[in-house]
């Protein structure tokens, strides 16, 4: 563990790594290259990176043309954001009371959420789609959102945070005359921003990324998030226009990917800690 | 849990439960309505023949659960996602260990090469499946133009052939993890305290196999443990891949448990049918769980 290395030292080390990063950076690399390149160029498959003629400008053009992007971007958003809200919503009071609180049923409930762990989201689906389907609410933003609105994993998190607040903090805000709703709000939550934003970047990753419940519920461009524009614009726009749908797929990723750019440490931090705890 | 006797225990009773059950009743409402009753009317589902569209189902007992035995493709499916898992699950945390190790070895380029690793992991998967269907396309993908360049005249059709398919689409698998476990290993890693190095280094171990051979592995071991248990359950949820590139195809050889899932309940609407094929895919992950608490019985674990 020298910690002030040479460069010749480091290099093996380095050289490596850049091996390896070059690897995983590819398809980032092939895709953002073919977007830029004119249909003929493409099949004729040769290796240049670098296009020969710039086609850029018609390629996105073709694709702002005929799929609502913003349509779908506007939809992953509301999406992502209403199940944010409901989940913490939800899940910072219940997390709050199972740490700090004593009532009845209390360790069921620790129980239920433990247990609801360990169900993956796949297998409620099967019912859950049969029920929005008689309720009439395929393809609506409620069907989309509502099924994550409960996270137990969430509540999990914010239980074992929480119970690594000092009671005096809750004592005090107490006899300040605070009622408890307000002091899950005021007092607790602020003290567990970096929980909540951890959770938060956890959740939008996974949800922006879903593909099996949107495709399940939604028909059409209407309500399509980004992942099934991709898809749309594959099977219906796209076929062999390979150009074209570098483009679609360039633009889809780029709202997470350039988040995740500006705030890196807090996404891979994240990540790991919910990860960790998961 | 029933730990200390908080002070704030005796200060309102009372209203300490009525407020615990209010904080906890919407979270509970929505537990019981999205969680507990779908999970519970699915493994229900599977013991009927309901359809739908049809006007009432039967129960049927065991009869979905015996036609899974008998089919073929049911089969199939069963034996790819194993290989996928198979796969994916070591190379990518081989791989990951090993970006983690040499990332942790080195100050230069730390942040840099984190981020590199960790993209795939925010991309959105359906975007980059299209890339990658690009980039293994049998004839104007890069892959094969560089193959054919170096002299192979005849490269493998990748995502079309049935003999490559569920390597190729295990290659992007392994493409999507290798940055979760990475991030999920430097955790780890930066937990080992580095007096134990130089312990380990005035002790003889001079080279760096050695120390993390003494050091290193045997405190990552709970940390591997997670690592292998969530690989595992998220390889065998594999589903994106399959649904935007091969659609289980070519006959068949990509078909996997949940795609499979997916196309009786939501194609062929035998709801029936495939709730007990979720209840298989269920099982497989309570069972992965259940290896994982046994083997951190017999571990000894730190921290």
């Known amino acids: 563990m020298d910690e002030r290395r040479s460069w010749l030292a480091d290099a093996p080390r380095l050289l490596l790594l850049a091996a390896l990063g070059l690897l995983v950076l590819a398809p980032y690399v092939w895709m953002v290259s073919a977007s830029l390149k004119p249909l003929d160029e493409l099949f004729r498959a040769s290796l240049a990176l670098w296009p020969e003629r710039f086609f850029a400008v018609e390629n996105y053009g073709k694709v702002f043309a005929r799929v609502p992007v913003f349509q779908y971007i506007w939809n992953g958003i509301v999406v992502c954001a209403g199940i944010l809200a409901f989940q913490l919503l939800f899940a910072v009071p219940a997390g709050y009371a199972l740490a700090k609180l004593r009532f009845p049923g209390r360790d069921i409930a620790f129980g239920a959420v433990m247990l609801g762990l360990l169900v993956p989201p796949h297998v409620p689906a099967l019912p859950l789609y049969v029920g929005f389907s008689q309720l009439g609410m395929l393809n609506t933003y409620a069907a989309l959102i509502l099924p994550f609105t409960i996270s137990v994993f969430a509540i999990f998190l914010f239980r074992q945070f929480f119970k690594a607040l ?31 934003t951890a959770f938060a970047i956890f959740s939008v990753v996974a949800h922006w990324n879903d593909l099996f419940w949107p495709l399940i519920v939604v028909e059409g461009p209407s309500r399509a998030t980004p992942a099934l524009g991709v898809l749309f614009f594959r099977s219906d726009e796209a076929g062999d226009d390979f150009a074209a749908l570098m483009a679609a797929a360039v633009i889809m990723t780029a709202p997470l990917v350039l988040a995740f750019l500006f705030a890196q440490r807090r996404f891979v931090e994240g990540i790991a800690t919910t990860g960790l705890k998961g | ?42 493994v229900a589902l599977a013991f009927t023949d309901y359809e739908l569209g049809m006007p009432g189902f039967a129960w049927i007992g065991l009869d979905n659960f015996s036609e899974l035995l008998a089919d073929r493709g049911f089969a199939v499916s069963l034996r790819n996602t194993v290989i996928y898992v198979g796969i994916v699950t070591p190379l990518s945390i081989a791989l990951g260990l090993g970006a983690a190790l040499l990332i942790e070895a080195g100050i230069r380029g730390r942040a840099l090469f984190r981020a590199v690793f960790f993209l795939p992991v925010v991309s959105l998967t359906v975007a980059m499946a299209a890339a990658w269907q690009y980039l293994l396309h049998p004839t104007i993908g890069p892959l094969n133009a ?25 290659a992007i698998g392994v493409w999507e993890n290798l940055g979760y476990t990475m991030v999920l290993f430097l955790a780890g890693l930066t937990a080992i305290p580095r007096e134990l190095y130089a312990a380990a280094q ?98 000894i674990h730190y921290g």
């Open chain 2, 146 to 170: 560089a193959l054919r360049r170096l002299g192979i005249a005849d490269p493998p059709f990748w995502l079309s052939s049935s003999d490559w398919v569920l390597a190729s689409l295990a």
């Open chain 2, 202 to 299: 005035m002790d003889g171990a001079r080279r760096a196999v050695d120390r993390f051979r003494l050091v290193t592995w045997p405190l990552l071991g709970p940390t591997t443990l997670f690592v292998v248990t969530i690989t595992l359950i998220r390889s065998v949820r594999v589903f994106d891949t399959v649904a935007v590139l091969t659609q289980g195809g070519p006959n068949r050889a990509s078909e996997v448990l949940l795609y499979t899932m997916y196309r009786e309940g939501f194609t062929y609407l035998r709801l029936g049918y495939s709730a007990a094929i979720t209840l298989v895919f269920l099982v497989i992950v309570l069972g992965l769980v259940w290896l994982q608490t046994k083997a951190l019985d017999r571990k």
């Open chain 2, 1 to 42: 849990m029933s730990d200390a006797v908080l002070p704030l225990r005796r200060a309102a009773p009372i209203g300490e439960a009525l407020a615990g059950l209010m904080l906890t009743a919407p979270a509970a409402i929505a537990y019981a309505v999205m969680l507990l009753l779908p999970t519970l009317a699915a």
């Open chain 1, 166 to 196: 000092p009671d005096e903090l809750i004592h005090a805000a107490r006899l300040d005359g605070m009622s408890e709703a307000g002091i899950v709000w005021r007092v607790v939550l602020p003290n567990a921003w970096p929980a909540a």
